[in-house]
């Protein structure tokens, strides 16, 4: 991708917080301000950035995001709040634009003294590479265990006027549907009111990282930002643009969200878990909630096992009441069980070679006579998980 947004300039350097090289600074700034809508974490205990993110989004505009990674600024008390303000005012001033438009993400280790004099030195470096074009050094710029960036965007015309959607975003572990994930963050050169972005942006969520588990866990630091600056002219005010747009960010967010899923730390597959059959939408998504965070139904996934009777066990115990005797499972298109009997050997030889793929889908119909389904995206549970969270501090 050569330009990531009309508007908008983005930057990822090195600013010593990784002592390997790599980068860990980012920057958003839009040339002139944008509304601006996030969603953060349900967490109870929260980093400080986002504290401060919540705070300022009440106003409905920013101008720039700075984003750090190695150091997530979490459980610092007061002074972790006052480091964070330290860097949004030296951005500020640097940037020469009101301190209240400027934004503040972290991620990395939790607990360990925020790094602001490392960060403050760099900040001119980082407004000086800054450009239309550096996307990817943005991605990679957040990223802690990730493997690789995430980065997608999408542009499109509406009576010859184009407009587009770019966004990034960093996670690997500690994802679970419990908000929206990790760090993401989404510029766009439409116009609209922060009203009526929010609204866009939470339904957008719900169709995508609402929709993916890793491990089950809800990070501290988990945030999304939406900023909209009107660079091109076009407005949600207009039906046309108002769909386009929507159908754009629905895309740009469920393509992050998979890309999230399939680097799931010492993740190898991509796995769809869909329910149908349901009498309730929340009844086809507690089952497939259950199912795509169970480690067993994970653990045979990665041992390339298409163990039904996990799946099954899953379903059964996620607190909705459906006929046992009527489940219907399908591994892409290969029915393994029919009626809640096996569908026999050579079904469960092709199901076994569907499981070797690195992507595919397991699809169950509890069959309740009802037209509600849930999807949800997951990953294996691999040996490398574990080892890498096992000395994530060291």
């Excluded at 958003?28 to 809508?37: D, G, M």
């Excluded at 099954?312 to 029919?338: H, K, Q, S, T, Y």
């Excluded at 509890?366 to 999807?375: F, K, L, P, Q, V």
Aim: aromatic share 6%; charged share 25%; proline share 3%.
């Amino acid at each position: 991708m050569s330009k990531f947004c009309p508007g908008f300039l983005t930057a990822g350097i090195n600013a010593g917080l990784k002592e390997d090289g790599k980068k860990d600074l980012g920057l958003i700034y839009s040339q002139t301000p944008a509304s601006v809508a996030g969603v953060f974490t349900k967490n109870i205990i929260k980093a400080a950035p986002v504290i401060i993110d919540i705070e300022k989004i009440k106003k409905g505009y920013a101008q720039a995001v700075i984003i750090n990674s190695k150091n997530a600024n979490c459980c610092t008390g007061k002074k972790g709040i006052e480091d964070a303000y330290e860097v949004i005012n030296s951005l500020a001033l640097q940037l020469q634009i009101d301190r209240s438009l400027v934004f503040i993400s972290s991620t990395g280790i939790i607990g360990q003294p925020f790094p602001k004099e490392k960060i403050k030195f760099a900040i001119p470096k980082l407004i000086a590479n800054s450009n239309d074009s550096k996307g990817k050094e943005l991605a990679e710029a957040i990223m802690t265990t990730d493997t690789v960036f995430k980065l997608a965007s999408v542009s499109k015309k509406i009576n010859g006027i184009s407009f587009t959607v770019s966004g990034v975003a960093k996670g690997a572990g500690m994802i679970h549907p419990d908000m929206a994930t990790m760090l993401c963050f989404v510029c766009t050169d439409i116009k609209a009111d922060q009203d009526k972005l929010q609204t866009i942006l939470n339904d957008a969520i719900a169709n995508s990282f609402h929709k993916i588990t890793i491990d089950g866990d809800t990070s501290t630091n988990d945030t999304v930002l939406l900023l909209a600056n009107g660079a091109s002219g076009l407005s949600i005010d207009k039906n046309e643009v108002k769909k386009a747009f929507e159908k754009s960010l629905n895309e740009i967010l469920l393509t992050l969200a998979k890309k999230i899923v399939k680097d799931g730390e010492g993740a190898t597959k991509l796995v769809q878990i869909k329910v149908i059959g349901a009498l309730t939408r929340d009844d086809a998504k507690k089952i497939a909630d259950v199912i795509a965070s169970s480690p067993l139904v994970k653990t045979a996934i990665f041992g390339e096992d298409a163990n039904w009777g996990r799946i099954l066990a899953a379903a059964g115990r996620a607190g909705v009441n459906f006929n046992p005797n009527r489940i219907n499972l399908f591994f892409d298109e290969v029915m393994i069980m029919e009626n809640s009997r096996p569908c026999g050997e050579k079904a469960e030889k092709k199901a076994s070679a569907i499981i070797k793929k690195d992507e595919f889908v397991i699809l169950l119909d509890i069959n309740m006579g009802g037209e509600a389904s849930a999807t949800v995206y997951t990953c294996d549970l691999s040996v490398d998980y574990v080892k890498i969270n096992a000395d994530y501090r060291t």
